[in-house]
């Protein structure tokens, strides 16, 4: 190549480029994760990635690729003639680093939770035992998290179906060993309802941030056996947006039809209310001591024991509850008997019975209300929720009311869930 003098020296991008390439083992480009390597899914604990690997020289163990005297290093111990039976250590290291060195949450282990649930079937009560997690995500700036536990059964609305563990500070294997209890689960909830268990980081200055979830089948379970969970937690499930769906999707107005219903059930629960039927003849009062002793009374003697998970009417988050019971038909009006009132609880213990004298074939025409209400000082008073028992009414009501007339004399308990409706009333206080 010749210039003539005084004219400026110009090189073509084609020279530029043959002037710079030279023979030689091709080297990796450091990345940032090559400094913060990340163990892959399919390799042992014991042997980490190297932040600075070695590249192999031209001498050791290194075969011509083509003719243009470019050198690929090739794995050491190789077998086969030819580049396509040779596996490339560049290619597997960068392969490696291509996927541990993913930094989306996604792909980020939030850790394992471990924790036990029975069932007990004779105290309708349902027992979750945290006990430990490890390897939690870190959420605070130190590198660690204040991680708590968090219950919720689904679907269920209600703030008082929330239970949470105590925090434990400044750790990312948190042992709790605490036994959280649901009381007033059904045999029938155990069958459709769903457990979540979350992990929560808590934080002072703002809102409590997630680190994941697991959500448990409750129809899974035996009862009275304890069942030992231990899971990897996982990010929440995205919320059904009928928007977001396409129209196009097949059976798509089957699955928000069934989501809306379980929408408006999760909404009429309005609690739980553990109820004892008793029908005492006069010889049954007598041996009772109760308040049917004297002779010739005979009648039913309701029990109301206790509340479990009542929605909250007031704005501190609780309620304060009592209990209503009426013998319908109530011509004058004289059946109402009222529990005491408990303040500030979604979970109230009354144990308090009341008697109705009435005959056994008077009775079978009879429907016992029972209701739920939140006292308001200076205003009227809001309604939680009831149920209603007789002759005419379904689930466990009807079995409920069927078995106290067929055992005279034994008292039967039973839990019922409130609803916010029921049929042919007029909730007035």
């Known amino acids: 190549m010749t210039v003539r003098k005084g004219k400026k020296l110009t090189i073509s991008i084609q020279e530029h480029m043959a002037i710079d390439v030279c023979p030689g083992p091709i080297r990796p480009i450091k990345q940032i994760s090559a400094y913060f390597p990340r163990l ?8 980490p990635i190297s932040p600075n690997p070695k590249v192999l020289s031209p001498g ?8 243009g005297g470019l050198l690929s290093p090739v794995l050491t111990g190789a077998t086969g003639g030819g580049g396509g039976g040779t596996l490339s250590a560049m290619s597997s290291m960068d392969t490696s680093i291509e996927i541990d060195s993913c930094d989306s949450d996604d792909s980020t282990s939030l850790g394992i939770l471990e924790f036990d649930l029975l069932y007990e079937r004779a105290t309708s009560s349902l ?18 998290a204040d ?30 060993n605490e036994t959280l209890t649901y009381c ?9 309802k769903t457990l979540r268990v979350s992990v929560c980081d808590e934080d002072k200055l703002s809102h409590n941030e997630f680190i994941g979830e697991s959500r448990v089948a409750l129809r899974r379970l035996k009862p009275d056996q304890t ?21 196009a999707l097949r059976g798509i107005s089957c699955y928000l039809r069934e989501w809306e219903i379980e929408q408006q059930r999760s909404l009429e629960e309005r609690g739980r209310l553990l109820l004892s039927l008793q029908f005492l003849s006069p010889s049954d009062g007598a041996e009772e001591g109760g308040q049917a002793k004297e002779e010739g009374r005979s009648g039913l ?43 500030k609880t979604l979970n109230p213990e009354f144990n308090e019975e009341f008697f109705y004298e009435i005959s056994l074939s008077e ?27 007789g002759c005419h009414s379904q689930g466990d009501a009807l079995r409920h009311w069927v078995e106290c007339l067929k055992n005279k004399g034994k008292k039967v308990e039973r839990w019922h869930t409130l609803t916010n409706e029921l049929p042919g009333s007029t909730f007035h206080d």
Do not use: Q
């Open 40 to 47: 892959s899914p399919t390799s042992s604990i014991s042997e």
């Open 60 to 67: 050791s163990g290194v075969a011509a690729v083509g003719g």
């Open 127 to 144: 027992h979750c035992t945290v006990l430990r997690a490890k390897g939690l995500k870190p959420m605070d700036f130190n590198g660690l």
């Open 147 to 176: 991680p708590y536990v968090k219950l919720h059964l689904l679907p269920g609305a209600c703030k008082a179906n929330k239970l949470k563990t105590k925090i434990v500070r400044n750790t990312l294997n948190p042992v709790w």
């Open 184 to 192: 007033g689960i059904t045999e029938e909830d155990m069958y459709r």
């Open 227 to 247: 069942k030992h969970y231990k899971i990897c937690l996982e990010h929440p499930p995205p919320l059904p947006s009928p928007s977001a769906m396409s129209v």
């Open 301 to 343: 003697c309701v029990g109301v024991r206790r509340c479990a998970h009542l929605a909250a009417m007031d704005v501190n988050g609780f309620s304060d509850p009592y209990v209503k019971t009426y013998l319908k038909p109530d011509i004058h009006k004289k059946s109402k008997h009222k529990t005491a009132v408990i303040k």
């Open 363 to 389: 009775l079978s025409t009879k429907t016992l209300e029972v209701t739920v209400w939140d006292y308001d000082l200076g205003k009227s008073n809001d309604f939680i929720g009831g149920v209603s028992l």
